[in-house]
């Protein structure tokens, strides 16, 4: 892979990186004149616990000496103390850390497996029973919240069925050995999986169904046929890892929307993760918790476009070989 | 003799406008998705519109619970049963289109505005300025937008008027892109270049070449942010803003959530919030992507 | 007499659009003996690649297709879809213009090669390399993507996609539209020999007359969906009978022949719409010579008596029947 291509997307992450860090300094020091004022204990400070507070946020002095401190802390991790559990927020995060990546790494890769399959089939046979079918059904799922999906499945499957359980991580209290805690896991995991790859699954199928539509018309597929190449072939050999390219981009930007998606669905499983502590942040004003949450959460999306950019690059000779 | 010509020239462009709107009204008509779509959000518009004829906007206090049943089921009396302190929900869901419809167009407005501006400047300035706006969208293109619009309404407030603000300042980006790619485009063309070669302004320029030029895409493209909005504003609501006593749909499925109606199974109160969110998100997707089709003969067949 | 490679026999194709019905070839008959190059000529429009693409069933599946192709005494129009495939490429395979996108872009120029042979499992003992050399690219190229080639590379590169199956008959499709003079001399002197080294048959098309006298042994001529004058090469080109052939020949200069040049006047107006034919003969309207009866009869294809195997569509020449 070209090197300069490399370095430019580096760079340009870092950048944006660089960028977030600002913007949040921004946003909960400038547009939130007094973050103090969020904390709801407050009225019971004592002037001097008021006066440690403050230092301890880094509210001390101007603007200018505020940001320094700031920076430093972002480059320690030190992201202050929760206003909720007044524990460091750096460790009440990764703490729920791997929960939330396991259950988002999992949904995503279903997602991105089976919409593409499903967009795939439907663009190629255009028009067909499949194609109509699966383009409503992909709209449809499209336009409902995922949490929605969630409360339906806790309704009308775990409260019906009593097959899989309403919530949580793992069975309180119980113990079934290695193997046994696995399968509880994902257990418990089965339906919050579900749920936000249901919510996700109507765009990823919309976006690659478009894609491969687009690539329908190309020249190189006559060619491809004219070589005696089987339709099957045709489609999986040229048109798709073409009509991949542009779909690796568009999927890069919409996972941002698979991070809301797990807020709210850690919520309605009351799953342990990031995005339950984030709805517990906005009931409580956590301001330091959200703070740092949004940090997390824009470095993650920068991270998953990066990657999106070297799959690109790794999908299209254009860029991977260009000097 | 002037303003006679002048005046033709309005009667020739009003013509042409009506030409274009019956144009793009007999494609609509003969595009099933986007008819039904556009049929779907009539429906939910007369529902809005009816809300005083359906229920007393008294019944959203809390007060008016007082004396009803907590999650009863539906009855003759309360068609869609009651939410947990006895208020009518068909009441809360009428008025709620109400605040769901408000937040979406609000936030819509905001976005293309901010979008529109953004992407016309980005498009016909040239140098730095383009750059430096192309580097905010990009920014605001990656910034993962539901977290941020999460801490911007934990920062201003929580009331509909801010939530909407918000999601328009956090969904531009899109847009202003798109409108940006246009405005390239159209600048090439022979009539904005000879406008521009005898001495018309930047602003006549824009304003009377370049904006009728984008205008379409622009609607195309906020028909598109509606839905967007509104499901924003659903997860906004249902992870703890909005106001409780003016619920939009999405606020109603959190009253829903909270209030263990999922565990009782009380369908009444979390299935009708959440269909209408379906419904208004598809009519108005139907509605944006036909639009697409219509203005952009490119997307023929999708 | 041995059968020839190719017999096309009343050959209609119309596509299927939403405005309608759109007739782009109307019973077209040609023949191609072994060995033999028949060039077709015409403007855009004429049907010229529809025919080309309907030789191997390469429309769209909309389409339809009436008449028969023979192919070595086979017809393509009645073959199950694995014969066709099995027929694709090994009997005969198809130039693409390159300035097209007709090569993959995200794969390399080798693989999209190997996969013709690998496809009807035949392999060669040289491989791709020996094709490429063939072809006058070296056999580095293989492992280049399609971005990588210029215009005539490319060019050469569709060449020796076409070879790999050893076909015997090519459908060069405008393979000399978009390069520039020089690099179109080397093209068509490389199809020239190889046809020559292998005994091909092969099935030029263009809208350039000028390239057909170097190339071509027969030069068919069409307009709207009709083939209207066929003949021996530079015979029909020295000496055009039919009106349309007369201005497109005087547009083009002929390579070689100092006593043609560039005809200042071309030809006035656009070739008519296939959804919308003139009456008669289609030719009628931009004709200097057209008279009353144009207007009515299409005349059919029928030999001009004195010149051998020359054959017009045009009611000034022929035999009149009856």
Redesign the interface.
Known sequence: MSRRYLLKKVIGALLTLSGVVVFNFFLFRIIDRDPLAKYRGRSKLTLEQRETMIRRMGLEGSKWDQFVVYVKSVFRLDFGRSFDSTQPVLGEITARLPATLFLVGVSTLLTICIGLYIGTKAGWRRGSRFDRTSTSAAMVLYSTPEFFFGMLLLAFVAGRTGWFPTGGLRSVGANYGFVGNLLDRIHHLVLPVLTLTLGYLGSYALIMRTSMIETLGEDYLVTARAKGLRDSEVMSRHAVPNALLPSVSLIAISCGFVIGGAITTETVFSYPGLGLATANAIRNNDLPMLQALFLFASAAVILFNLVADFVYALLDPRVRRAE | MRESGSTTVRAMTWARRRRAFSRVWRELRHDRPGFIGLLLLSGFGLFALSAPLIADRSSLLAASGRNNPDLAAPSSKFLLGTDEIGRDVLAQLVWGSRVSLFIGLLATVVAVVIGSLVGLAAGYAKGKISAVLLAID??F????????A???A???GRSPTTLAIVIGFTSWAGSARLIRAQVLTLSERAYVERARALGAGSWHVIVRHVLPGVAPLIIANATLIV?TAI??E??LS????GDRLSPSW?KL?DG??SSGS??I?A?WY?LPP?LC???I??AF??LGRALERIFDPRLK?? | MTTPVLQVSDLHVTYHAHSGAVPAVRGVDIEISRGETLGLAGESGCGKSTLAMALLRLVPPTTQITGSILLAGKDILTMKPGELRAVRWVQASVVFQGAQHVLNPVRSIGRQIDEATETHGRTRAGGVAELLELVGLGARRANDYPHELSGGQKQRALIAMALACDPMLIIADEPTTALDVMIQAQILQLLDEIKRERGLSMLFITHDLSVLSQIADRVAIMYAGRVIEVGAGKDLLRDSKHPYSKALAASFPIIGENTSRRHPQGLAGDPPSPIDLPSGCPFHPRCAVAVDQCRSIDIELRSVGNATNRRVACVHFGVRDG
Not at chain 2, 141 to 148: K, S
Not at chain 2, 238 to 241: A, R, S
């Open positions: 990009d920014f293109l990656v910034v993962p937008f539901l977290p941020l999460i801490v911007l934990v920062i201003l839905p499901l924003t659903s997860t249902f992870l703890g803003f999405g499925l829903a959530q999922i565990t199974n369908w979390f959440g969110i379906i419904g998100v598809l997707t139907l067949g999708r």
